[in-house]
């Protein structure tokens, strides 16, 4: 509150220190769009075009090595604007988003050599989304195009990040359905490729976890179209794979996708989703049931021994055949008794069990083999 009187001297400061630290100037221009917010709503927007002026002015004569400064700047008056705008108002940041959005495409390409600096345009463009996202949805052909082209490239996997964001920002528009899942089926391939190669899911668990958080928001926001697209099958495929990736966040956001998989199956009836899931249960089942006996870490077995509790108890007989068949797999005698076989199958097929009360003895089995 007390730097408003000083406002017009903090924005002269902006436009005059190019030459100090990057961390230095990001940090004072985000404190100063702070500032502009108590202003009247009304001088908001003049206010931010001045704030961003130099980087503005510089990104429209940018190149490979001076883009992400420029960007960094920028994307500070995004992450550091907190006023309060109804959906009725037109939005302060409206008017700057619409004059840097061409420089931002054009950054994606001058900077698609380097992750660091490809993740930093992509962080711009996601603070902007966040803040204006629902009022341009016109932008998205020219964003998907441009991410798309980069994806093929360089497949960094901040641009599977970003892409999340866009479908929690334009799902809400149903012209744009189309458009969202035209980015996820031009995405696809590239992943597939790159986590179907040898040691490709151990070596990409950055891939993993963005590729995977991006399904999970297209199965929350457009579950019906993606469930029933040619590309749901190998989708569930290397989710599967997931269940033993000793990498927590990586397996974390597989099993999450799978779960809401078996979710659609079990408590909205897709019949679909129920046949992706049998298609691949006996597998599904293997990799948990190798995990316990050894396979993974007892740290990581959270997530896929609940996991592997619901899908038994949603398909009954046929889930307790495939868990019988997996217990078949583990060796007895030389880490585990017949008997601690037989209660880890009796405790993993009773729908009744404490999922807490699951995990631990799961674990004490898994320290057997260590």
């Not at 932008?139 to 929690?168: E, F, N, P, R, W």
């Not at 601690?340 to 009796?346: D, G, I, P, R």
């Amino acid at each position: 509150q007390q730097l408003q009187a000083h406002l017009d001297v903090l924005l002269e400061i902006v436009q005059h220190c190019g030459n100090v630290p990057l961390s230095t100037q990001t940090n004072f221009i985000q404190t100063v769009t702070g500032v502009c917010c108590h202003k009247p709503l009304s001088e908001q927007s003049s206010l931010l075009l001045r704030l961003a002026g130099r980087p503005l002015v510089s990104l429209e004569k940018a190149t490979e090595k001076t883009v992400v400064r420029d960007v960094d700047c920028i994307s500070s008056i995004f992450r550091g604007y907190k006023g309060d705008v109804a959906p009725s108002d037109p939005h302060p940041l409206l008017e700057l988003f619409r004059g840097v959005w061409p420089h931002l495409l054009s950054a994606m390409s001058l900077c698609a050599r380097s992750v660091n600096d490809t993740e930093r345009v992509c962080r711009c463009i996601r603070y902007a989304l966040r803040a204006v996202g629902q009022r341009v949805p016109d932008v998205l052909d020219s964003l998907a195009a441009g991410l798309i082209q980069l994806y093929t490239v360089q497949a960094h996997s901040c641009v599977l990040y970003l892409s999340s964001v866009i479908v929690d920002e334009f799902s809400s528009h149903p012209t744009l359905t189309d458009g969202l899942l035209g980015l996820f089926s031009a995405m696809g391939p590239k992943t597939f490729e790159i986590l179907s190669a040898q040691h490709g899911l151990e070596r990409n668990p950055d891939t993993v976890d963005d590729f995977f958080r991006l399904c999970c928001r297209y199965m929350q926001h457009l579950g019906p179209r993606i469930v029933n697209s040619g590309i749901m099958d190998t989708l569930v495929e290397i989710g599967t794979m997931c269940l033993t990736l000793q990498n927590k966040e990586a397996q974390g956001s597989a099993v999450k996708f799978l779960d809401m998989v078996l979710q659609r199956a079990t408590h909205e009836g897709c019949d679909t989703s129920k046949e992706l899931l049998r298609r691949r249960g006996q597998q599904m089942v293997n990799h948990v049931v190798l995990g316990i006996s050894g396979g993974i870490p007892g740290v990581l077995l959270k997530d896929p021994v609940i996991f592997l509790h619901d899908l038994v108890a949603a398909f009954g007989e046929e889930g307790k055949a495939w868990l019988r068949y997996s217990m078949g797999t583990i060796p007895i005698g030389v880490y585990v008794t017949q008997a601690q076989v037989e209660e880890l199958y009796t405790k993993v097929s009773s729908p009744a069990i404490p999922t807490f009360d699951l995990v631990v003895f799961c674990k004490e089995i898994n320290r057997c083999f260590s």
